[in-house]
């Protein structure tokens, strides 16, 4: 399984980034999907999930109503639009199968 995250880079509190997931080595349309990150020092962090087919979706408290998650089968590709970004949202974020594989990550930082 490999998953290649692209997207990230700086950003000002406000700003808007949208991130890409390209999947190979697995049958990607039959895969729920999500993103995780890692911000300087703490944990890993959910922040969003989908099902195979594209829906439900499911975002972490911290995120609901300025990011979404969303995919495109036909591309192995898993998307995550972020909007109204804020300075916690700092981190590497990575996309990641349920099971736990996960890709190399691409850094967010957000700073004016």
């Known amino acids: 399984v490999q998953l290649v995250e692209s997207g990230g880079g700086l950003v000002q509190p406000g700003g808007s980034l949208r991130l890409s997931c390209v999947a190979s080595?697995?049958?990607?349309?039959?895969?729920?999907m999500k993103w995780v990150r890692q911000a300087p020092g703490k944990g890993l962090e959910r922040v969003a999930e989908i099902t195979w087919d594209g829906r439900p979706t499911t975002y972490a408290d911290s995120v609901k109503g300025r990011f979404t998650i969303s995919r495109n089968n036909a591309r192995n590709t898993l998307y995550l639009e972020m909007n109204s970004l804020k300075s916690e949202d700092t981190a590497v974020y990575y996309c990641?199968?349920?099971?736990?594989?996960r890709g190399q990550g691409t850094q967010v930082t957000v700073s004016s």
């Open positions: 990641a199968t349920l099971g736990g594989s």
């Open positions: 080595g697995l049958l990607f349309s039959a895969y729920s």
